[in-house]
């Protein structure tokens, strides 16, 4: 299956092309500011000798994470889905982190934290060995001090910018090469309408007040 891979979840990132479960190009971009997401595609693309018409899933990276880049990810897999009737996977970002992580020879068990605003954290536990890695604990909110705990402990703490927010964690990013080869291995597809991010806590917003109407003088 010819893959093109969006991670857009973290401060890094990154666009891979996978192809039958090999990794044939990445581009990353390291400013989280930048919005070239057309760019990167086409430069991915370009460096794997791969049309755009022979993508035959996208594969998005769900968070959590930057909302702004996960809901960019998921409107380019939508239109593009919409355009070519394109196969579409949706991949939990901390999924991708666990994996990330059991490739690059981090075995034990692991904390996966990513900053989920408000002085809370995502939260997930796994074990990793060289087989894979194993869910012990689902994704679930957690204040500073659990974590600070976690680290006092002597676990393992990671995440895209976990070494930034609790000294002693280290940083390991989501991305897109490997969440190519994930959805490799998956074919629970669905329609782009049904694509949405990772996010814990329900809507809250404040209604606009009705607009105040001034009597004619």
């Not at 190009?25 to 370009?46: K, T």
């Not at 989920?116 to 890695?133: D, K, V």
């Not at 490799?184 to 606009?208: H, I, M, N, T």
């Amino acid at each position: 299956m010819k893959i093109l891979a969006l991670e857009f979840s973290s401060p890094r990132r990154s666009v891979a092309v996978v192809v039958d479960g090999q990794l044939r190009a990445r581009v990353e971009e390291a400013d989280p500011r930048a919005n070239r997401a057309l760019s990167w595609i086409e430069a991915a693309l370009r460096a794997a000798g791969l049309e755009r018409e022979k993508v035959e899933c996208l594969a998005i990276g769900i968070g959590p994470g930057s909302y702004t880049g996960i809901r960019s990810a998921i409107a380019l897999a939508q239109g593009w889905q919409l355009a070519r009737g394109t196969h579409i996977l949706g991949i939990s970002s901390v999924e991708c982190l666990a994996a990330q992580a059991q490739a690059e020879r981090i075995h034990g068990r692991i904390n996966i934290v990513i900053d989920a605003q408000r002085n809370e954290f995502y939260l997930a536990r796994f074990e990793a060995g060289p087989s894979g890695a194993r869910l012990l604990s689902p994704l679930h909110l957690a204040g500073r001090q659990t974590v600070l705990e976690l680290i006092s402990a002597g676990e393992i703490v990671l995440g895209p910018e976990a070494a930034t927010w609790f000294p002693g964690a280290r940083a390991v990013f989501p991305d897109a090469a490997m969440l190519g080869q994930l959805a490799a291995q998956r074919d629970d597809f669905l329609p782009g309408e049904k694509l949405e991010p990772v996010y814990l806590r329900e809507a809250s917003f404040a209604k606009a007040k009705p607009p105040r109407v001034i009597p004619a003088v």
